[in-house]
């Protein structure tokens, strides 16, 4: 539940960007409904900001509190960032409600991967990810399609009202199921802040950085490319992003099964489709089936990789498991605001409304070249050390949640 609430706060307003601008851009929009949507975007590289933001701080300052307690708190600021975001007056301070909105996102994805990882058992922290992802990659798939068409019927300050409902009941589901789980024994902001003295995980996370950024070049633009390049009324958005959302579930749980079984194949066959999808949907963005196939194949791979990034930004966080799990939303993230800016850049330029797959296809292809130096880290340190392979390029951390109680197992290249 709380993944199908983050992913319809992130993902709504992509479809309704249009809609935004025009009631709290009305001059611009007048102009210009290519320069209005494109401004609009700031919007999302607000909340992607506020990821990037939160995500280390939080989990850094709150890793000593009990899982529980955590959650609720910070579901609790999900609540008041949504509602500000559906009431305050003028794009500026909607803006700055997106950032707030934005700050918990990674400390809760993170928190929550590692209670579901802990309570599925050693072996499986890319099946846990994956298992809390799925609610994003189902709100994609039933509540960002919904809340996008109620947003469009009834105003997109409803549809914000709506997702603040969902956050609401969230935080009474998790009050009332989830199991106690206290805090990582010896959990310190001194010991998840050492993540940042790690080489790898700098690497890692510019790779989801990078890499990731081409997904949301497209994604952030995509009514735009319905409506504008293929000429068909907005009510087509919302099956579009359906189509987004059904890739995701099915890569998601692809990518979760792959990041336990062989992570390095999962990754670079993820970038590899992700490539193939960006150029496909540049070529076909002005025919309504393009867009529909090439959209499902973008939700597809970006899913496929985003268990395996986060299950491989754990394995080269050592003992700071808190933080390293959120990283990984703050790498997205930065994608994520990376990807919305050039897209809108060479949407606003005139360039047309596959240019910004074009760019996607650019960034995707840095993330390739990162995560190879990540890699070619890796055998290295084997070959200074005399280590043994970690078994095809698969996580070797069997625990779900290292602590000072548990034997830790050889990681390669750490």
């Known amino acids: 539940?709380?993944?199908?609430?983050?992913?319809?706060?992130?993902?709504?307003?992509?479809?309704?960007?249009?809609?935004?601008?025009?009631?709290?851009?009305?001059?611009?929009?007048?102009?210009?409904?290519?320069d209005a949507t494109a401004h609009a975007g700031i919007m999302i590289?607000?909340?992607?900001?506020?990821?990037?933001?939160?995500?280390?701080?939080?989990?850094?300052?709150?890793?000593?509190?009990?899982?529980?307690?955590?959650?609720?708190?910070?579901?609790?600021?999900?609540?008041?960032?949504?509602?500000?975001?559906?009431?305050?007056p003028s794009f500026g301070l909607v803006v700055l409600a997106r950032f707030v909105a934005g700050l918990p996102h990674g400390a809760y994805f993170?928190?929550?991967?590692?209670?579901?990882?802990?309570?599925?058992?050693?072996?499986?922290?890319?099946?846990?990810?994956?298992?809390?992802?799925?609610?994003?990659?189902?709100?994609?798939?039933?509540?960002?399609?919904?809340?996008t068409a109620l947003g469009q019927a009834?105003?997109?300050?409803?549809?914000?009202?709506?997702?603040?409902?969902?956050f609401a009941l969230t935080f009474f589901?998790?009050?009332?199921?989830?199991?106690?789980?206290?805090?990582?024994?010896?959990?310190?902001?001194?010991?998840?802040?050492?993540?940042?003295?790690r080489p790898q995980?700098?690497?890692?996370?510019?790779?989801?950085?990078?890499?990731?950024?081409?997904?949301?070049?497209?994604?952030?633009?995509?009514?735009?490319?319905?409506?504008?390049?293929?000429?068909?009324?907005?009510?087509?958005?919302?099956?579009?992003?359906?189509?987004v959302g059904v890739g995701m579930t099915i890569g998601n749980l692809l990518g979760g099964w792959g990041a336990d079984t062989n992570l390095r194949r999962t990754i670079y066959f993820g970038f590899g489709g992700l490539l193939v999808a960006l150029i496909g949907y540049a070529l076909t963005s002005e025919m309504l089936i393009g867009i529909f196939v090439f959209a499902f194949l973008l939700g597809f791979f970006s899913s496929v990789i985003n268990p395996a990034i986060q299950s491989r930004l754990m394995e080269v966080s050592g003992d700071a498991q808190v933080i390293g799990a959120a990283l990984n939303h703050s790498s997205f993230n930065l994608g994520n605001s990376l990807g919305a800016?050039?897209?809108?850049?060479?949407?606003?330029?005139?360039?047309?409304?596959?240019?910004?797959?074009?760019?996607?296809?650019?960034?995707?292809?840095?993330?390739?070249v990162l995560v190879t130096i990540s890699f070619a880290v890796d055998r290295r340190g084997r070959g200074n050390s005399g280590s043994g392979s970690a078994g095809s390029g698969g996580s070797s951390i069997g625990s779900a949640d290292r602590s000072p109680r548990t034997q830790p197992v050889p990681v390669a290249g750490l």
């Open 1 to 34: 539940m709380g993944g199908f609430g983050i992913g319809a706060t992130e993902f709504v307003a992509m479809g309704l960007l249009p809609n935004i601008a025009r009631d709290l851009l009305p001059g611009l929009y007048a102009s210009s409904v290519e």
């Open 45 to 88: 590289s607000a909340y992607a900001l506020g990821v990037v933001v939160g995500a280390p701080t939080i989990a850094a300052t709150t890793s000593h509190l009990p899982r529980k307690k955590l959650l609720l708190i910070l579901l609790a600021a999900f609540l008041v960032g949504t509602i500000a975001s559906a009431i305050l």
């Open 110 to 147: 993170g928190i929550a991967s590692l209670a579901a990882a802990n309570l599925m058992g050693p072996g499986n922290r890319g099946k846990g990810v994956a298992f809390v992802m799925a609610g994003l990659t189902i709100s994609n798939i039933v509540g960002v399609p919904l809340i």
């Open 154 to 166: 009834a105003g997109w300050r409803v549809a914000y009202g709506a997702v603040a409902l969902i």
């Open 173 to 197: 589901a998790v009050a009332l199921a989830l199991p106690h789980q206290p805090a990582a024994e010896g959990a310190s902001i001194r010991r998840e802040l050492s993540a940042f003295r």
């Open 201 to 243: 995980v700098w690497l890692v996370m510019g790779v989801g950085a990078i890499g990731f950024g081409g997904f949301f070049a497209v994604y952030s633009y995509v009514s735009t490319a319905v409506t504008e390049g293929a000429g068909m009324p907005e009510g087509w958005v919302p099956f579009v992003l359906v189509a």
């Open 341 to 368: 800016y050039l897209g809108g850049v060479v949407l606003a330029a005139g360039l047309g409304v596959g240019s910004p797959a074009w760019v996607g296809a650019i960034l995707a292809s840095a993330g390739v």
